[in-house]
């Protein structure tokens, strides 16, 4: 298989480590080249969401799994505008990087991928439109993986008690929901590997409160958790209070049910102890 990846972030990169031996061939684009952390043996092409070059067409046109973890913006999908000519030519498998965020607030209830999308917020929104989009553009064929809050090595509760910026923020009846990076690898190979289009979301087995992962993180390294504050009076950025709008668990079992997926990191106390374990947060 030939896979192009649109837009080569922290969850792409993890999922070529883990499976980058399973392509003949890998490509993907980046804002640019010169920045790239190196992955050797993946060719790189520049796209920031204008026209793109020729060899970049003709490497999607040949690709047999598309790939897609670029953020839409107000005028849509950059993606899809700039390639629907060729998107529309042929087929392949299309993976879509989405976000649990669409659910928006449901007061801590459980939901799960029948439940209608409410997203309040703008970025939301152009989610759903976004995943429309690609379902349209693929007759239906899409995978879309709705994500929850990623964390993985250097990006967890561990690196920000170790940095100083974690933060016990309390919210009564707020909860997150999680995912391992190498989890979300594993679901996007097995929607690779899946026949049919639809949606699953890829989270965890236990939605917490964000307070807690930070007490277990500061357990694990054996230093006092930070001072709980207050969500009411906490300052802190429009972006960051916008993730405390919403509250909801969602359910995993499509997921594990048509996909297959075993969770390797079924909760964060499992992550983050491994993460522990291999050195992060020391």
Known sequence: ??????????????????????????????????????????????????????????RIRDADV????????????????????????????????????????????????????????????????????????????????????????GRNALATLRAGTARRIIKAGQVFNRIHVDDIAGAIMAAVHHQDGGTWNVCDDEPAPPQDVIAFAAQLMGIAPPPEQSFATAEMSAMARSFYASSARVSNTKLKRELGVTLAYPTYRHGLDALWRAGEGR
Do not use: N
């Open 66 to 153: 598309l790939l897609i973890s670029i953020p839409p913006g107000p005028a849509g999908d950059p993606a899809i505008a700039a390639f629907a000519d060729v998107l529309a030519a042929g087929r392949r498998k299309v993976v879509y990087l989405s976000t649990i965020g669409v659910y928006g607030d449901h007061a801590g209830a459980w939901v799960d991928e029948s439940t209608p999308p409410q997203a309040a917020l703008e970025r939301t929104r152009m989610r759903l439109a976004a995943e429309q989009a690609w379902m349209d553009a693929t007759g239906g064929d899409a995978a879309i993986l709705r994500l929850a809050g990623i964390y993985g090595p």
């Open 1 to 58: 298989m030939r896979l192009f990846i649109l837009g080569l972030g922290y969850s792409a990169r993890h999922f070529v480590r883990r499976f980058g031996g399973t392509f003949a061939q890998i490509a993907c684009t980046v804002r640019d080249p010169a920045r790239r952390d190196d992955l050797a043996g993946i060719e790189v092409h520049p796209f920031s969401g204008s026209a793109p070059d020729r060899a970049t067409v003709e």
